[in-house]
């Protein structure tokens, strides 16, 4: 659940996205591995944008709905064969078209669809060319790192197109020459589009994510909370409040995700309180109703547990990471009414 933080737009950053490692495996390459070359690229006969051919490039994070608006329908791109480029196909021109996260005009942060180009593109091609490194039968020392290789197209000079396979290494990545050509682009920025909002000005504020699960209604269905401990309450410093709304097509599923409504930190007054009416000994009801309000109670350091509040419905809380484990509780509207907007 931590802040998903993305942006920068070198092609060392597309490349090795996330999970990086840092570890080396002995044997984690496999069994031998005959190299497959897929034939050659389909040829499309004329480069647009990247908005009409590959408008799903990159996407790595989920607009919440509504943050800009309407949702307009989504292109559904020019589907081709990706594979090897013909020796009568002279590429003279790379496009790659990607998507990334950006500060917003006015606060927080903002997801914009990306289109670049490069004209000087021989040791690409060049790289491009390279066959597949076959896996060995003996062991081969392979990274724990994942590799996301760009969306990218060669254009000729007639304005056709075709999506190149990247030939990989003895581990089944992109081979070295090609991350290196890749990342020696001189790119050109020829479209930038915002796609929508990641996180909102008022969240980025009052220090809370814009979208979170309702973990209540996660926990019960998989039937795993404790009881509250009689007279238990953990020890909390100074806290922060977030408040989500859910969505009607969320309710009810298997992860409710909620766009943030507000929060900021906790008044002492007010946190005392919350705490006090958090320490019940009552079971949580039998109520299977999903929530369409829910509040987070998180410490400002990061630290210790968290608290889930349904402010509807049922009016459950979830205790997490307190002593003896995961626990639910039954609040009721006194404890949602010192939950609410300040």
């Known amino acids: ?99 990334e996260v950006r500060p917003r005009a006015g606060g927080g942060r903002e997801q914009v669809a990306t289109e670049r180009r490069a004209d000087e593109i021989g040791a690409l091609v060049a790289a491009l060319r390279l066959p597949d490194q076959g896996r060995g039968r003996g062991e081969i020392a392979c990274t724990l790192d994942l590799l996301i290789p760009p969306w990218l197209a060669l254009l000729d000079d007639r304005g056709r197109w075709l999506r190149p396979y990247l ?71 100074p806290l922060r409040l977030c408040v989500y709304e859910v969505p009607p097509s969320e309710r009810g599923g298997g992860k409710p995700a909620g766009d943030f409504g507000y929060g900021g930190p906790l008044p002492p007054e007010r946190q005392a309180k919350a705490l006090r009416a958090l320490a019940t000994t009552r079971p949580a009801a039998d109520c299977a109703t999903p929530a369409s309000r829910f509040a987070v109670l998180r410490s400002l350091d990061g630290g210790g547990p968290e608290w889930y509040v349904e402010l509807d419905a049922c009016r459950r809380f979830l205790v997490v990471a307190a002593p003896g484990g995961t626990q639910l509780g039954q609040g009721d509207a006194a404890l949602a009414g010192l939950l609410g907007p300040s």
């Not at 799903?56 to 989920?62: D, I, S, T």
């Not at 081709?80 to 021109?93: E, L, N, T």
């Not at 309702?214 to 509250?228: A, F, K, N, Q, Y």
């Open 1 to 99: 659940m931590s802040r998903m933080r993305s942006g920068g737009t070198t092609l060392a950053a597309a490349l090795l996205g996330m999970g990086l490692c840092g570890l080396v495996l002995s044997g984690c390459a496999g069994p031998v591995n005959t190299p497959n070359d897929p034939g050659p690229a389909e040829i499309v006969e004329k480069w647009t944008s990247c908005a009409e051919v590959a408008p799903q490039a990159g996407v790595m994070l989920p607009v919440p709905p509504g943050s800009d608006g309407p949702a307009a329908p989504t292109p559904a791109g020019i589907e081709s064969k990706i594979g090897r480029v013909d020796p009568a196909f002279v590429p003279v021109a790379a496009v790659l078209c990607g998507r």
């Open 167 to 237: 030939p990989t290494d003895s581990c089944g990545k992109p081979r070295p020459q090609v991350r290196a050509a890749l990342d020696g682009l001189r790119l050109t920025t020829v479209d930038i589009r915002t796609v929508g909002q990641v996180e909102s000005s008022a969240a980025e504020t009052a220090g809370c994510e814009q979208r979170w699960s309702d973990m209540v209604w996660v926990e019960t269905h998989l039937g795993r909370p404790g009881r509250v401990v009689p007279g238990a309450s953990p020890k909390a410093g």
